[in-house]
């Protein structure tokens, strides 16, 4: 088949079921099609632009514009753009396939409500196929700049596509949709004008439609209608870049707007900085804060970082060099004057300008945080439901904002026992009893088995507050977070009890203990020695007749399960098993005399142990049996 030959090609078994929900199922905010196709075409100038930078025969000597026009009489509305187009090859490749690098992911986000897929569609890369709402028919003429052939696509969005050779003067894209029956309303060019003023007016390039005919009286209208004239074009929109202008001049709808359009978010943000520096580095910053997490937070390889331009020539989509990994969330644009316009991702990565910026605008983004923590507590609570997870990287990443991004995270305690994370650990520090000396917390599976455990159970009893951790983040965190205001953040299963072990007479009780228990902990470390690094006696249990502790040194049971499950190598460790020498079960088993029922017991309340701080067991079956064992013994009693 030749090169310039008619193909007829399927759509990907995603892109087929993605098409047929668009077209049967997606009816809320329909015009939101127009403000996608517009944003592409803006795109597509600025990657234009940018190309030129590079290859100065790229130049076409055109202004820059989209033009946009509607035919009541044909049905149809045109998207017509002098952008950078494509060559037949990323047709095939864009036009044919959605959202490749997360297709899977998107599909199963797609849940059938009317409002949540829609507002997955731009997240996926996927605008362009919003089309297919409101047309029966859609038809592409692009031509890329450098090449002197055309190409022409057109599918009625079912099962197929076709790609054949077509014709073009410029280089840039054409988009005809044919509307259907149901969809008229925007073949009315007034209602056109209305949704891009509303959803483009601050498109940097002009978004131009054909002048409305002025009033006449009617044989001057039937003269025109008799005569060929030439069609005048007319701006609809600011066409000036939003982050130029003086913010008392924006309106928040107009900010909101501009979000949308560089997010591709159907929701508004929750906030944003607009501002501008001058003197040794000079910067234009617009940054917005999401309400909605993107599909890919969590891809490696998922879309992060700012739109990039450089003496307002567009330079880069993801600039991720100007924000550290902790706040990949933030949406928004950079415009600078000092960075070369040949600028590369290398250059970037080794800039000392760049490290400037990146180091104010990271003070911008937590200084908003804290802001809205501080003013407006119920988006600040939204924002941490959403993107909190990823904020506790920070301490990690980020040593010289260590504190600010301390004072922004929040935590479940065993205040109130509620899993939702509300408690700052200024709140904590605040409200801590007279003579407290650390800031404690315990790190588990879930929050149900961290508020359960075992460990926290003296404290609990004394009044004490625990900050309950249970995302995966959270050991990590703990780890790079020493102290908060001169009190250090202890883990209560590691280490051996302090705090409350200093008054005198729980020492002397814990000494008395282990004097009473001396040959108790002996055959247990007989029995165990195997699995435990020793057996002592405790003062942090009251209810649990055991529990399990390791060395301050050493790593929690829940960082050894993501490590190990990463496929790192850990060294052998093995945790000590603390004993409540009062409870009824160490009772009876220090008064145990058949030494393999001792065994049975002992190997039990080891396992439990386990199983109370949420670890699986290594022999499961083995635990099952001696309990069994145990239980006919009893009823055989």
Known sequence: MTADATQTMGFQTEAKRLLHLMIHSLYSNREIFLRELISNASDAIDKHRFAVINDGSLASGADYRIRVSADADAKTITIDDNGIGMSRDEVVDNLGTIAKSGTAAFMEQLSGDQKQDSQLIGQFGVGFYSSFIVADRVVVVTRKAGESGATRWESAGEDEFTV????????????????????????????????????????????????????????????????????????????????????????????QAFYKHISHDFEDALTW???????????????????????????????????????????????????????????????????????????????????????????????????????????????????????????????????????????????DDDASQRVSLKDYVTAMKE?????????????????????????RAQGMEVLLLSDRVDEWLMSHLAEYDGKTLRDCAKGEWDESAEDDDTKKA?????????????????????????????????????????????????????????????????????????????????QEADEDRFADLAQILLDQAFLAEGSALEDPASYVARLNKLLVEMSDD
């Open 164 to 255: 054949s050779e077509a014709e073009r003067e410029s280089p840039g894209t054409t988009i005809t949709i044919h509307l259907k029956p149901d969809a008229d309303e925007f073949a009315d060019s007034w209602r056109v004008r209305s949704v891009i003023k509303k959803y483009s007016d601050h498109i940097s390039v002009p978004v131009m439609m054909p002048k409305p005919p002025q009033p006449s009286d009617e044989e001057e209208d039937q003269a025109d209608s008799d005569a060929a004239v030439a069609t005048e074009w007319e701006a609809v929109n600011e066409a000036k870049a939003l982050w130029t202008r003086s913010r008392s001049e924006i309106s928040d709808e107009e900010y």
């Open 273 to 415: 900085s607009h501002n501008s520096v001058e003197g040794k580095l000079e910067y234009t910053s617009l940054l917005f804060l999401p309400q909605r997490a993107p599909f890919d937070l969590w891809h490696r390889e998922g879309a992060r970082g700012l739109k990039l331009y450089v003496q307002r020539t567009f330079i880069m989509d993801e600039a991720e060099q100007f924000l550290p990994m902790y706040l990949r969330f933030v949406k928004g644009v950079l415009d600078s004057s000092d960075l070369p316009l040949n600028v590369s991702r290398e250059i970037l990565q080794q800039n000392q300008q760049v490290e400037s910026i990146r180091g104010a605008l990271t003070k911008r983004v937590l200084d908003m945080l804290s802001k809205m923590a501080s003013k407006q507590p119920e988006d600040y609570q939204r924002f941490w439901d959403t993107f909190g997870v990823v904020l506790k990287e920070g301490p990690a990443e980020d040593f010289t904002n260590r504190e600010k991004i301390a004072d922004l995270l929040r935590f479940s305690t065993t205040r």
């Open 435 to 459: 003579g407290q000396q650390s800031i404690y917390y315990v790190v588990a599976e879930n929050h149900a088995t961290a508020k359960n455990s075992p460990h926290i159970e003296a404290l």
């Open 510 to 590: 814990l000494e008395e203990a282990e004097k009473a228990s001396e040959s108790l902990i002996e055959r247990m470390q007989g029995v165990l020695s195997e699995r435990v690094a020793g057996v002592r006696p405790t003062v942090r249990l009251t209810n649990s007749p055991a529990c399990l502790t390791v060395a301050e040194h050493e790593m929690g049971a829940q960082m050894r399960k993501i490590m190990e499950a990463a496929g790192q190598e850990m060294p052998e460790s093995k945790p000590t098993m603390e004993i409540n020498v009062d409870h009824p079960l160490l009772k009876r088993l220090d």
